[in-house]
């Protein structure tokens, strides 16, 4: 299939590592523009070397406003097609292991980043009257997570941002939706594996081995599987898809509307 985005500029958030490299990746093979967004700027150079004619790079933590007005500042400069909101999660805790430090940390990392961003770029959309704004979440804002208080709070709350907003800018023709993955071969799996090896007391490996048990799959997504959603997503071929919270998960959702 032709997704129809070659030349068509996106920004990606968190695209140094796991999913947010991984749809980088899927665009730019694409033939899309990239404006990559991380921390590490010098493993965005080092990983997208051979991109150099199709990417740009902003380098700075999404949690500050520095940050966010490179964003903006770019997207009003050139024209842009849409963007993946997507960064690392809180720690792992139940919530009698929380305190309120966590709380505040957690809704700047989670949340608060992603409600700034998407109010400042999503006028710039409603102007051109094109617009596709993926938010990458977690399964568990369909089914909570033991261990992941502060992530089962704070991503549930961007999908009712998410699902507002889509209602707001759709006769624009700006869609909006969450992707909310399970368990995937990416670095931040290995937090959930670490926490669960404590619990149980056993080996990393054995930690791993019961979750993907757990899986009706029977074994954890890839990145590239997720990210060829994501592209999707981005295209126009997803234009009347939009204010959905869309699982992948290899079936682990119980409930009706996984």
Known sequence: MDLKITDQRFVVCGASSGFGEA?????????????LVARRGDMLRDKFSH?????????????????????EKSVNAEETHGIVLNAGGPPTGTPLETNMDDWD?????????????????????????????????????????????????????VVG?????????????????????????????????????ASLNISFEEAKKKMEEDIPVGRMGKSEEFASLATWLLSPHAGYVTGQTISHDGGSIQGLFG
């Open 161 to 197: 941002f998410v699902k507002t907003l889509a209602l707001e800018v759709a006769k624009f023709g700006v869609t909006a939706n969450v992707l909310a993955p399970g368990s995937h071969e990416t670095p931040a799996i290995e937090r959930v594996i670490q926490k669960n090896k």
């Open 51 to 71: 991109f150099k004619e199709q990417t740009e790079i902003i380098e700075g933590s999404l949690i500050y406003s520095e940050t966010l007005d490179k964003i």
């Open 105 to 157: 940390s957690a809704w700047q990392l989670v949340m608060r980043w992603k409600i700034d961003l998407a109010l400042r770029l999503a006028p710039y959309f409603k102007q051109q009257e094109y617009g596709r704004m993926v938010f990458i979440e977690s399964q568990s804002v369909k089914q909570p997570l033991p261990s992941l208080t502060l992530s089962n709070s704070f991503r549930a709350g």
């Open 23 to 35: 749809i980088s990746r899927q665009l730019l093979q694409e033939g899309a523009r990239v404006l």
